[in-house]
């Protein structure tokens, strides 16, 4: 069975710090790009990172110089790093697997269906 699940959400403060991971079960991540999604309360779903099977990476405008998408394949696992959390950036995180062209990936998914996600709360 393919899957992917996430982990490493939590309660923060605004202006610290969480890293999520991104595990791949029944497949090697490396043979795709994968992005980072999340969705608020409310609001609809929307890209927020992604990594291309050549390391190629994107960036939400919202999260750029905050964020750092990487990938570990000895441990076959993406992560996002996630730096000067915000309370907007509130919202269950979720990844998948993502398109990509000419090495560069696209935030996008391609099919599957989402995971259960895991939530970031940035609050005082």
């Known amino acids: 069975q393919l899957s992917l699940v996430e982990s490493g959400g939590g309660l923060v403060q605004p202006g610290g710090s969480l890293r999520l991971a991104c595990r791949a079960s029944?497949?090697?991540?490396?043979?795709?790009?994968i992005g980072w999604f999340r969705q608020a309360p409310g609001k609809e779903r929307e890209g927020v990172s992604c990594?291309?099977?050549?390391?190629?990476?994107d960036y939400a405008h919202s999260v750029t110089g905050r964020f750092t998408i990487s990938r570990d394949n000895a441990e076959n696992t993406v992560y996002l790093q996630m730096n000067n959390l915000k309370p907007e950036d509130t919202a269950v995180y979720y990844c998948?697997?993502?398109?990509?062209?000419?090495?560069?990936?696209?935030?996008?998914?391609?099919?599957?269906?989402w995971g259960q996600g895991t939530q970031v709360t940035v609050s005082s």
């Open positions: 990594i291309s099977t050549t390391d190629w990476t």
């Open positions: 029944g497949f090697f991540l490396d043979n795709y790009s």
């Open positions: 998948a697997a993502v398109y990509q062209r000419s090495g560069v990936c696209i935030l996008v998914i391609e099919g599957g269906s």
